[in-house]
Nanobody, 114 residues
Framework: QVQLVESGGGLVQPGGSLRLSCAASGFIFSRNAMSWYRQAPGKERELVAS????????NYADSVKGRFSIFRDNAKNTVYLRMNSLKSEDTAVYYC???????WGQGTQVTVSS
């Protein structure tokens, strides 16, 4: 059974940093591309970042380029999202997603506020 469990969200001040984690199980993690999405209140879910199975290629939404970094540890079946220079508009629920199975995690709330 495919499972994705996010963690690491919380309340942070503007300009601060957070690292999100997504622990995966139930599939061969090292063979699958992974993505992070987010959904702010009243808005559609949007793609934030994606990474290929071996981590060699990453892609980012324009709104987070230069501030966010996606990376993975295939030995730990975990994908991460490092978020720096956070802004209030980054406030959202962040979701992990495995493309091949169309499966979402439960999400983790990130709130950027002073």
């Amino acid at each position: 059974q495919v499972q994705l469990v996010e963690s690491g969200g919380g309340l942070v001040q503007p300009g601060g940093s957070l690292r999100l984690s997504c622990a995966a199980s139930g599939f061969i993690f090292s063979r699958n591309a992974m993505s992070w999405y987010r959904q702010a209140p009243g808005k559609e879910r949007e793609l934030v970042a994606s990474i290929t199975p071996n981590g060699g290629i990453t892609n980012y939404a324009d709104s987070v380029k230069g501030r966010f970094s996606i990376f993975r540890d295939n030995a730990k079946n975990t994908v991460y999202l490092r978020m720096n220079s956070l802004k209030s508009e980054d406030t959202a629920v962040y979701y992990c997603y495995v493309v091949a199975f169309g499966r979402w995690g439960q999400g983790t709330q990130v709130t950027v506020s002073s």
